[in-house]
């Protein structure tokens, strides 16, 4: 008589940490612990929670998620420090999960994950992952977008302010557009090198800053492409056409916009100065290389996603709403 015997085992639980950054954004994260205990599936995953201490602390958190194998790292914050993990974990089999807490969340609302703790912490016990390309400006990555000129300059300004939010950001374009000077840029691609005199100058992976504010509506994340946007000088009057573009979706139609794709690009300029990524503001010099990694990142992304690849006019309700409470 012949026996075969089965073994039973135990699946084994994935593994999740959670890296939460206690100073960004406006809302409060007192509530994640017991949240998480309530969304994720305990037998499914292993949860941990660390929080930072100082600026940089995600990004070796993370690191050290990659190393160990962790399955997911989650981002608890704002852009940044969904940056300072992501681009820990760039190459790696390690899932970048978002729970959006920022003042702009450009990547999160790109990806179409929900604004509730309690939803994104749903979106994350589902599990699904999917490749994303990301750029890289002189060696460093970002995820959304990249850019010099005035976006980079206000980023500096809306460091610096001591408030985030919308209506903070509006105030400081508003603020500081009238004094602000364009710059030349001189942007070699695979085929062409042409010089502008521009106000800004983007290079865009997913379609927008933050606060569904369009710089680049049509841009994927799995394309291979970069959007580079250049924005030409404007008078006062038709600043506000382009305000509204930017929110409605519809910035590539105006007279003031130029836009092409491409892999990589070399972008001169005549002196030094701000750079931001994903909204970060650092100095940088007079030589800026911009290229895109395809599919260098893989993330924990919606079931029901589909990229946010313009829908004109949905935006201009938040528009109205925002401007509605700003005091200038």
């Given at each position: 008589?012949?026996?075969?015997?089965?073994?039973?085992?135990?699946?084994?639980?994935?593994n999740i940490t959670f890296i939460v950054n206690p100073i960004s954004g406006t809302k409060s994260k007192d509530a994640l612990d017991t949240l998480v205990g309530e969304k994720?599936?305990?037998?499914?995953y292993a949860?941990?929670?660390i929080k930072t201490d100082y600026a940089g602390h995600a990004c070796e958190i993370a690191g050290r998620c990659r190393a160990a194998g962790i399955d997911i790292c989650v981002a608890v914050g704002g852009d940044g420090t969904v940056n300072e993990v992501a681009r820990a974990l760039v190459g790696s089999a390690t899932a970048l999960g978002i729970i959006p807490c920022g003042s702009g969340n450009g990547l999160a609302r790109h990806l179409r994950l929900p604004m509730d703790f309690g939803h994104a912490l749903e979106v994350i016990n589902k599990g699904e992952t999917a490749l994303f390309d990301y750029g890289v400006i002189n060696g460093q990555p970002f995820f959304c977008t990249c850019g010099m000129g005035f976006d980079a300059f206000v980023s500096l300004k809306f460091a610096q302010a001591g408030k985030r939010g919308l209506a903070t950001y509006i105030k400081t374009v508003l603020k500081e557009g009238l004094a602000y000077k364009p710059d030349v840029y001189t942007i070699v691609d695979d085929d062409h090198q042409h010089t502008y005199t521009a106000f800004l100058v983007a290079c865009a992976n997913a379609s927008q800053y933050g606060n569904n504010a369009y710089i680049a509506p049509q841009a994927s994340m799995q394309d291979g492409l970069l959007d580079i946007i250049i924005m030409e000088p404007f008078n006062l009057l038709e600043a506000a056409t382009l305000g509204i573009d930017l929110f409605a979706k519809t910035l590539k139609n105006n007279s003031h916009i130029l836009t092409f794709q491409s892999r990589h690009i070399h972008i001169h300029r005549s002196q030094s100065g701000a750079v931001h990524f994903d909204g970060d503001p650092t100095t940088m010099g007079t030589d800026l290389d911009v290229s895109?990694?395809?599919l260098g990142l893989k993330a924990v992304i919606n079931p029901d996603y589909v990229e946010d690849r313009a829908v004109p006019g949905r935006a201009m309700d938040m528009l109205s709403k925002t401007i509605d409470h700003i005091i200038i």
């Open positions: 008589m012949h026996f075969s015997y089965f073994c039973i085992m135990e699946e084994q639980k994935k994720i599936d305990a037998t499914k949860c941990e929670i895109i990694s395809p």
